[in-house]
């Protein structure tokens, strides 16, 4: 039952879940996310790791980047199943379809460029 409850948990924040919708779009950087969801950069980073623990989001590091995407969910069944059908769900709600607009005109380049 605890794998079960982590899940759910997970998915119990709002911003938990658009982020997990934002990364069905495409892997995404920490900065993309905080600019997309409009929160602060260890709020993103918190928001990571209870995904990540959850075993519904996975993280690589390429050269400079490290790039955040959903997992196929093998750490647990919960997660898999959810993930699933996390694919079906929301895309209708108007935040989520803001965000996907929002989304298209990020740049991680020009975020990290102003950053500097």
Not at 100 to 113: A, D, M, N, Q, V
Request: proline residues 3%.
């Amino acid at each position: 039952m605890k794998d079960f409850i982590k899940v759910m948990k997970a998915l119990s924040d709002p911003n938990r879940v658009k982020l997990l919708k934002l990364l069905q779009e495409k892997l995404m950087c920490v900065c993309e996310i905080q600019a997309a969801l409009g929160i602060a950069q260890p709020t993103v980073s918190k928001h990571l790791k209870i995904l990540e623990d959850a075993g519904l989001v996975g993280h690589k590091k390429e050269g400079l980047w490290v790039n955040y995407f959903l997992t196929d969910g093998r750490k647990s069944p919960y997660a898999a199943t959810l993930l699933g059908q996390l694919k079906h769900w929301l895309d209708t709600e108007p935040e989520i379809t803001a965000l996907h607009i929002k989304l298209s005109g990020i740049c991680r380049e020009e975020i990290c460029k102003k950053a500097q």
